[in-house]
């Protein structure tokens, strides 16, 4: 009798045949661009066997193909601290992760308003990045990102050593528009970066009263939850001064009656068709002259685009990163953004921190699976999202599909959201942070 010999499962005759090679096409590549993973190798026992070089060639090869390859983000924003909650969970083998960001801490832009209004304390609203990084294991550089170099693959920091990239991810934000008029960074709050933003104004609302006298440019949703949650606060008055015909004006009609009511009740006074020309020490020149006296300037004037992408050749859209479905440069497959730095094309999205947490989940399943040769998959934004609004006086306002609906129910639904998510992103007590680069 003849013996069978076992056949072996495909794909087990070598331990990386089921990566395709280099030159072999993969599910992923009409995606943009996806590399397949890089082999894991066992060095050769003689420099000899890496055939057709020296043999210092041949060493550098062989580490070469031994070191980790490079992912980097770029931004502790709401998308990325899924990639950091998965990474901790289910790491991609062979592939260090690394953390560009300006603070140790990330700021979860739907508790800002509770902050303001004096709900919660400003700590409330700091996700711990650092705690979040050391916990999957990463490395955290605090450094400012200035741009990126391509050729070199490397995100180029300020003052600090370029950090080399295989696979780079951007979840940055935005900045404020109108930072460059007169008096404006001299004189005036700008809504960004966030973190410094909630420190000043709660440092100004937790004086002695009288409140001090506000002045918010920009009546869009930032701007009117800010100025109801301050005038909640104690602010003694506040005028809100919008350059276009009416509020909100993305909003439904019902939603802007509503919040315009709310303005009125609480005294706050609504400005629009009305152009800001410059900020000085303790008063708001307008379009024709007039003078706005106030204490403090809140300016909210809309968002803007980083420079931060000015120099890097990539394709942008207003100075934004413009990217496909899979959350990918149509210009170069290696780099990914998310949140308000990105622009979907085919898309009019609004800048909204809720596009970045949905956009999250998608974006962690793209990364490692660029980095495992897998195919991509794509995010499709939602024809509307829900917009929730804290109105500063224990009820909040929400709208989607057209409906709007306020009251206390909507503000402990929205209270909930917010503190679910925090929960969910909140390193246990005892893990500590890495040191920063």
Request: aromatic share 4%; charged share 20%; hydrophobic share 45%.
């Amino acid at each position: 009798m003849t013996r069978r010999r076992r056949a072996r499962p495909a794909g087990c005759r070598r331990r990386w045949r089921a990566t395709p090679s280099a030159t072999e096409p993969t599910a992923g590549d009409s995606a943009g661009g996806v590399q397949p993973e890089t082999p894991r190798v066992t060095a050769p026992a003689s420099d000899a066997r890496v055939r057709g070089q020296p043999r210092a060639a041949a060493r550098a090869t062989v580490r070469a193909m031994a070191e980790p390859r490079q992912l980097v983000l770029v931004g502790g924003g709401h998308a990325h601290v899924f990639v950091l909650e998965a990474w901790a969970r289910r790491p991609v083998p062979g592939v260090r992760l690394t953390v560009v960001a300006d603070l140790p801490v990330a700021i979860y832009s739907g508790l800002v308003p509770a902050c303001v209004a004096g709900f919660v304390e400003p700590r409330a609203a700091e996700l711990d990045l650092s705690a979040l990084v050391a916990a999957a294991g990463a490395r955290l550089v605090l450094a400012h990102a200035t741009g990126l170099d391509r050729e070199a693959r490397a995100v180029l920091l300020r003052g600090g050593e370029p950090v080399p990239y295989d696979l780079v991810s951007f979840d940055v934000g935005s900045t404020v528009r109108g930072l460059g008029l007169d008096g404006v960074t001299q004189h005036a709050l700008p809504t960004r970066p966030i973190g410094a933003f909630l420190e000043r104004l709660d440092a100004l609302l937790s004086g002695p009263p009288p409140g001090p006298r506000l002045v918010v440019v920009g009546a869009g949703a930032a701007g009117l939850e800010l100025a109801l949650c301050a005038r909640a606060r104690g602010a003694a008055s506040v005028v809100v001064i919008e350059a276009g015909p009416e509020p909100l004006a993305s909003f439904p009609a019902r939603a802007r009656r509503l919040l315009q009511r709310s303005a009125r009740a609480r005294a706050v006074e609504l400005r629009t068709g009305v152009r800001v020309t410059s900020v000085q020490a303790q008063q708001v020149l307008l379009e024709g002259g007039e003078r706005v006296p106030c204490d403090a300037v809140i300016w909210a004037a809309g968002p803007a685009p980083h420079d931060l992408f000015e120099r890097t050749g990539l394709a942008l859209h207003a100075g934004y990163v413009c990217v496909g479905p899979t959350l990918q440069s149509p210009t170069d497959g290696r780099v990914f953004a998310a949140g308000d730095c990105a622009w979907l094309l085919g898309h009019e999205l609004p800048r909204m921190g809720v596009h970045a947490v949905r956009q999250g989940p998608v974006l962690t399943r793209n990364l490692m699976a660029h980095l495992r040769g897998q195919p991509l998959a794509a995010w499709r934004p939602q024809a509307d999202v829900l917009r929730l609004m804290n109105l500063g006086d224990g009820t909040a306002l929400g709208c989607k599909w057209g409906l709007t609906v306020s009251g206390r129910w909507v503000a402990r639904w929205k209270t909930w959201l917010d503190t679910s998510f925090m929960r969910r992103f909140t390193v246990p007590p005892g893990a500590s942070g890495p040191a920063a680069d």
